[in-house]
């Protein structure tokens, strides 16, 4: 695509959300926070990410959340962030894998936002959290069977998304004008899923 088109998709998409937000869904590792970054550069919004947010109100980190507290009051604080972020819109946020589980969190994510599903394989995904030690769930002597059963139970109800797009190995700007454009044709038919 050229950039004079770039420019015009990327100025329909704009004003095609009004004051949504655009919430990136998905599994550990399926780029959430690095894609949604990059989304938001490029469509000039606001990102936030669910988990900084959570870490920087609870001043604690991910892990000492479920350390201390457990997973029932992690999802707590987490439906409350996600809430609030999303009634902030126009922006991007990426939420944490759990998020989208929540029907309050998805019914708030009906209501005031576009979800965007991003979907990776097995592979894919544990490449990727392999690199950081920062997800309570995986710390597990099995952790692929772990996001295997995470991917059976959650990929229905990601399903659910108003827009998937593959996550894989390119370029995030690459991932990002999909999203823009699966955006744009989700506004042209100018439904949103009701389920
Ligand atoms: C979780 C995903 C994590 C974080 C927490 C639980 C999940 O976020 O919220 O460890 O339930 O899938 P990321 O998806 O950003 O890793």
């Known amino acids: 695509m050229g950039a004079t088109d770039m420019a015009e998709l990327v100025e329909r998409v704009r004003a095609g959300i009004g004051t949504k937000t655009l919430v990136l869904v998905g599994l550990m590792g399926a780029g959430k926070t690095s894609v949604g970054r990059k989304l938001a550069q490029i469509l000039q919004l606001p990102f936030a990410d669910s988990d900084h947010e959570i870490e920087s109100v609870s001043r604690m980190t991910v892990p000492e959340l479920f350390e201390a507290y457990g997973e029932v009051e992690f999802r707590a604080l987490e439906q409350r962030v996600v ?64 996001m295997r059963k995470l991917m059976e139970d959650r990929y229905p109800v990601y399903g659910e998304a108003d827009v998937t797009i593959v996550s894989r190995d390119a370029r995030h700007g690459t991932i990002a004008a999909e999203i823009i454009e699966a955006v744009d044709a989700r506004l042209a038919q100018n439904i949103t899923k009701v389920t």
């Open 83 to 146: 809430t609030r972020l999303i009634a902030d819109g126009p922006a991007v946020i990426g939420t944490g894998g759990g998020a989208f589980m929540n029907a309050d969190t998805r019914a708030a994510i009906r209501a005031n936002g576009i979800s965007i599903w991003l979907k990776a394989d097995l592979d894919t995904l544990m490449d990727r959290v392999a690199r950081r030690q920062n997800r309570p769930l995986l710390k597990n002597s099995d952790p692929r069977a772990v």
